[in-house]
């Protein structure tokens, strides 16, 4: 049996993800990624998963060294057609991001768009022990998830929204005893087509996400409001968490 991410972008879903930001959105993006890692000129980047590469580009186009690694081919597809098109190289590989090959490479990592959380808790602390070995000493590392605390104070149990054209109603069921949030979507394109898919995301608080990192040997970690780099408290937009090994 497939896990739910194996076949959750494709279709209508790969259709949004593509079209859901702006070439401005991914400059401000970038902006404010490095900000919070106080990147150097020159800085090698690993952006896991890096979808259809759009901070990867950015990044790239900034003077950087960046590899991107993700599991989905059509994602990778579309970003090296992206990157060509920009006039920019960038490195572009497949893996699960529960066993990234590197040793010791990078100065900074990033994993952005609420893509940690997927697997259980032990193929997160993979994912986490793999970020940090890929990591050279002082290198850090950027997470920008939705947090416990920042989806629980607006939490909505039914939600429409529209991405691209495409409708999207996702119904949700937060797990206690699990802490994931159970997600079924319902995508509606514009020519009456109609997708189903379900995601199950683990919500970590920041204490939960800040004691994994430490765990696998990040030496401090520090939280941030993803709206404007200031302190990270319940309410706030998104969490983003730098960790330096």
């Not at 081919?73 to 529960?98: C, I, N, P, Y």
């Not at 683990?202 to 709206?227: I, K, M, Q």
């Not at 200031?230 to 969490?239: M, V």
Request: net charge negative; hydrophobic share 40%.
């Amino acid at each position: 049996m497939s896990e739910w991410w194996e076949t959750f972008f494709t279709g209508l879903w790969e259709q949004a993800q593509v079209g859901n930001w702006s070439e401005d959105d991914n400059r401000v993006a970038a902006d404010k990624l490095e900000r919070a890692l106080e990147l150097q000129s020159g800085a090698e980047i690993l952006d896991v998963p890096c979808g259809d590469g759009r901070i990867s580009i950015e990044f790239a186009a900034r003077g950087y060294a960046v590899t991107g690694a993700e599991l989905n081919q059509a994602f990778l597809a579309v970003a090296a057609r992206k990157a060509e098109d920009r006039g920019v190289s960038v490195t572009w590989l497949r893996h699960d991001m529960r066993d990234l090959p590197f040793d010791s490479r990078f100065d900074a990592a990033i994993n952005v768009g609420g893509s940690f959380g997927y697997f259980d808790d032990a193929g997160d602390a993979r994912t986490a022990a793999g970020l940090h070995r890929a990591l050279r000493s002082g290198g850090r590392l950027l997470m920008d998830v939705a947090s416990a605390e920042t989806i629980f104070p607006r939490y909505r149990e039914r939600v429409w929204s529209s991405v691209d054209g495409i409708l999207v109603l996702n119904e949700n069921r937060y797990d206690h005893e699990t802490g994931r949030n159970e997600t079924d979507w319902t995508l509606l394109g514009a020519d009456g087509t109609r997708e189903h898919r379900h995601s199950s995301m683990r919500l970590y608080t920041y204490h939960e996400l800040a004691g994994l990192l430490t765990d696998v040997g990040f030496t401090s970690v520090d939280g941030f409001d993803a709206e404007d780099l200031g302190r990270f408290r319940i309410g706030a937009s998104r969490l983003i968490v730098v960790a330096t090994k």
